[in-house]
T-cell receptor, first 112, second 109 residues
């Protein structure tokens, strides 16, 4: 079955450590996105990629990095420079900007 | 920047009731999305529309471009409809969506 997979579902890290969140899709979608969700706030765009080997900053890219070396994969690294990394992170993909987005199940990151 | 406001923030209904969730935005858009988020966190896209009305099962989404307003209706609501419903808009030709804060719907049996 086609879909988008995020792993792990829960992640705990110590403050000061970098951590990479995985996002894989087998939908053959060109566009992929990373969002952050905090309680009481709408989803906010961290990074997006329109095509392989290309990505653009979203509204809250500081402290995060991404890569898009393969069409199916769009990993997000939360660096130690991110001041408040504890959040729920959602990955999504779509054929292009004019189509539905498919979302993963999310990764809940807790930094202690 | 587009501002997206949803109302109500919380909604409790009895099974079988007709539900309406509203979404208003401040700047012209090219598309509006309705999404559903279940307690586990996963999100499902329900509708994407730029004009008129769409229907899928018991769900109906409408949009009024002139009034910058959209509504999501649920007919014959059921406890399994309990979720957070999120409105998101895209302006212009870019890939960015601006999201509302969501409406928490609880349907009691």
């Amino acid at each position: 079955d086609g879909g988008i997979t995020q792993s792990p579902k829960y992640l705990f890290r110590k403050e000061g450590q970098n951590v990479t969140l995985s996002c894989e899709q087998n939908l053959n979608h060109d566009a992929m996105y990373w969002y952050r969700q905090d309680p009481g706030q709408g989803l906010r765009l961290i990074y997006y990629s329109q095509i392989v080997n290309d990505f653009q900053k979203g509204d809250i890219a500081e402290g995060y990095s991404v890569s898009r070396e393969k069409k199916e994969s769009f990993p997000l690294t939360v660096t130690s420079a991110q001041k408040n990394p504890t959040a729920f992170y959602l990955c999504a993909s779509s054929i292009d900007r004019d189509t539905y987005a498919f979302f993963g199940q999310g990764t809940r990151l807790t930094v202690v | 920047k587009n501002e997206v406001e949803q109302s109500p923030q919380n909604l409790t209904a009895q099974e079988g009731e007709f539900i309406t969730i509203n979404c208003s935005y401040s700047v012209g858009i090219s598309a509006l999305h309705w999404l559903q988020q279940h307690p586990g966190g996963g999100i499902v896209s329900l509708f994407m529309l730029s004009s008129g009305k769409k229907k899928h099962g018991r769900l109906i989404a409408t949009i009024n471009i002139q009034e910058k307003h959209s509504s999501l209706h649920i007919t014959a609501s059921h406890p399994r409809d309990s979720a957070v419903y999120i409105c998101a808009v895209r302006g212009g030709s870019n890939y960015k969506l601006t999201f509302g804060k969501g409406t928490l719907l609880t349907v009691n049996p």
